[in-house]
């Protein structure tokens, strides 16, 4: 046997337990490209309820999202009305604040202007008596 001839027979030995190796791994790769088949199908079985509800959930949010939209504005003016009437409130209460001072200051002097009439009174009646 020639160099030649041990070479080929080497190379076709290695070829043949590199096929007696890679059936069973080939085997097995198709196996799992099936089960892989099988699972993507499941999934998307199992998805197609999800994503519907999901979906309807979004539609739902949207229109909940417009209807808040239209709302704001009442809102606003709302909050608004409610600060007109706060600064009213500080208006009544200063009017009443000066009206209520004024009315303590006039009390004061009526009070000294009675108290001065009556001293005027009583000295006028001991001088006539």
């Given at each position: 046997?020639?160099?030649?001839?041990?070479a080929?027979?080497?190379?076709?030995l290695a070829?043949?337990?590199?096929?007696?190796?890679?059936?069973?791994?080939?085997?097995?790769?198709r196996?799992?490209?099936?089960d892989?088949?099988?699972?993507?199908?499941?999934?998307?079985v199992?998805?197609?309820?999800?994503?519907?509800?999901?979906e309807?959930?979004?539609?739902?949010?949207?229109?909940?999202?417009e209807?808040?939209?239209?709302?704001?504005?009442?809102v606003?003016t709302f909050?608004?009305?409610?600060?007109d009437t706060?600064?009213n409130?500080r208006?009544?209460?200063?009017v009443?604040?000066t009206?209520?001072?004024a009315?303590?200051?006039?009390?004061?002097?009526?009070s000294?202007?009675r108290?001065?009439?009556?001293l005027?009174?009583?000295r006028?009646?001991k001088k006539?008596?």
């Amino acid at each position: 046997m020639t160099v030649t001839a041990v070479a080929v027979v080497v190379l076709a030995l290695a070829l043949v337990v590199l096929v007696a190796f890679m059936i069973p791994t080939l085997l097995e790769i198709r196996r799992a490209a099936a089960d892989l088949r099988g699972f993507v199908n499941k999934a998307g079985v199992e998805l197609k309820p999800v994503l519907l509800e999901l979906e309807k959930t979004l539609t739902e949010l949207r229109t909940v999202t417009e209807g808040i939209a239209a709302k704001r504005e009442e809102v606003q003016t709302f909050m608004e009305a409610v600060g007109d009437t706060g600064r009213n409130i500080r208006t009544i209460n200063a009017v009443i604040g000066t009206v209520a001072h004024a009315a303590a200051t006039s009390s004061v002097w009526a009070s000294g202007a009675r108290a001065a009439g009556k001293l005027l009174i009583e000295r006028i009646i001991k001088k006539r008596g």
